[in-house]
């Protein structure tokens, strides 16, 4: 029963995430919005919302349904801390995995940004040159996240007074009305823009409400597949005894940013690296800043020693991309894929710390 609960979950995740990206492409072309709006603002959010409802139900439940504050505490701040920790370390390396994996079908090969032109790289001339990924979107998406993140994680080492930490909510939220302030308008016009919605058949030019109606069907199944999959995970995690922190940091992470990465390896398989990487490094700066602000006022918000160190790991991995973006030399797929080894980093900590 728990292997068709996955097989069931990963199937309507997959589908979920084909129908959202062309979707939200039609979407963004119609209203005349810029890569970084569409990759870094609307996917990122509207993918973001399988992990955010889980400490959001796990903590509100608690407090206003009745249960175990403590357990649902844990799982809320674990849920919280995993998905940027993910995002910031395996699903970069899944967007550099899959540029190198279709590195034969794309333009520009392993390439995410071209900076020189080279032997080994035709395409790379002098008028192909920083075409491949908007490089001060994404910058500004990690900057940002390496910045709030930084402070939630801060915030975590010692107790602190109630007002304190209801005085940097109020900045998470501004901090982040500031950044979709600023997304809206970043990015430059979208390119080659579907012409055909998925679910419309008919040969008239899709309505808005339809492209709207396709997007909200495929949030509907993200949502819905993600639950499901994450009750397969504690179901199986239970009968393990696995404890539900771990749990919710490794697990349910993995299991509801599979439309971030999902959507990312089919914009990357196109060659639209600032809407795969703008997915990924959106979600990033939302679940850095909304998510957090459950944890802060709804929880103790004590970090232990497993929370600081995925934290740590993200920020050290979410800091050498960073780097590459800023440094002159070209950025490539193996730069990305180094995230997968603060990820693998993780899980032998964890293991350690579950033995």
């Keep these: 029963?728990?292997?068709?609960?996955?097989?069931?979950?990963?199937?309507?995740?997959?589908?979920?995430?084909?129908?959202?990206?062309?979707?939200?492409?039609?979407?963004?072309?119609?209203?005349?919005?810029?890569?970084?709006?569409?990759?870094?603002?609307?996917?990122?959010?509207?993918?973001?919302l399988p992990e955010t409802m889980i400490p959001i139900v796990a903590i509100l439940g608690a407090a206003l349904v009745g249960g175990d504050a403590e357990v649902a505490g844990e799982i809320g701040v674990g849920a919280i801390l995993g998905a940027p920790f993910l995002l910031a370390t395996l699903a970069m390396f899944v967007v550099g995995a899959s540029a190198y994996g279709y590195r034969n079908r794309r333009q520009h090969g392993i390439e995410i940004r071209c900076r020189e032109e080279r032997a080994d790289f035709p395409w790379c001339t002098v008028s192909a040159r920083d075409?491949?990924?908007?490089?001060?979107?994404?910058?500004?998406?990690v900057l940002f996240f390496l910045i709030f993140f930084a402070l939630a994680v801060a915030v975590g080492v010692v107790a602190l007074p109630f007002?304190?930490?209801?005085?940097?909510?109020?900045?998470?939220?501004?901090?982040?009305?500031?950044?979709?302030?600023?997304?809206?308008?970043?990015?430059?016009?979208?390119?080659?823009?579907?012409?055909?919605?998925?679910?419309?058949?008919?040969?008239?030019?899709?309505?808005?409400?339809?492209?709207?109606?396709?997007?909200?069907?495929?949030?509907?199944?993200?949502?819905?597949?993600?639950?499901?999959?994450?009750?397969?995970?504690?179901?199986?995690?239970?009968a393990i005894g696995?404890?539900?922190?771990?749990?919710?940091?490794?697990?349910?992470?993995?299991?509801?940013?599979?439309?971030?990465?999902?959507?990312?390896?089919?914009?990357?398989?196109?060659?639209?690296?600032?809407?795969?990487?703008?997915?990924?490094?959106?979600?990033?700066?939302?679940?850095?800043?909304?998510?957090?602000?459950?944890?802060?006022?709804?929880?103790?918000w004590v970090l232990g020693p497993i929370n600081l160190y995925s934290a740590a790991l993200a920020l050290i991995s979410g800091t050498l991309v960073y780097v590459a973006l800023r440094s002159k030399g070209p950025l490539h797929s193996g730069q990305l894929m180094i995230g997968g080894i603060f990820y693998l980093a993780f899980l032998v900590g964890a293991v350690f710390a579950v033995l």
């Design 1 to 48: 029963m728990v292997v068709l609960e996955f097989a069931g979950a990963l199937a309507a995740i997959l589908a979920a995430a084909y129908l959202f990206t062309n979707a939200v492409e039609m979407l963004g072309g119609r209203m005349e919005l810029g890569q970084g709006a569409v990759g870094s603002v609307l996917a990122a959010v509207g993918t973001a």
């Design 131 to 141: 075409v491949t990924v908007d490089e001060e979107t994404i910058a500004r998406d």
């Design 163 to 238: 007002a304190v930490k209801v005085g940097v909510a109020v900045l998470l939220v501004a901090a982040y009305a500031y950044y979709v302030r600023r997304a809206l308008a970043s990015g430059g016009a979208l390119e080659e823009v579907p012409e055909r919605l998925t679910l419309w058949r008919l040969a008239s030019r899709p309505p808005t409400w339809a492209i709207i109606g396709q997007l909200v069907l495929a949030l509907v199944l993200i949502v819905v597949g993600a639950q499901v999959f994450v009750e397969a995970v504690e179901i199986s995690s239970e």
């Design 242 to 300: 696995l404890p539900a922190g771990l749990v919710a940091l490794v697990l349910a992470p993995l299991a509801t940013e599979l439309p971030e990465k999902l959507n990312s390896l089919i914009w990357v398989r196109d060659g639209k690296d600032t809407l795969a990487l703008g997915n990924i490094t959106g979600a990033m700066v939302f679940q850095s800043t909304i998510p957090v602000i459950f944890g802060l006022l709804f929880t103790p």
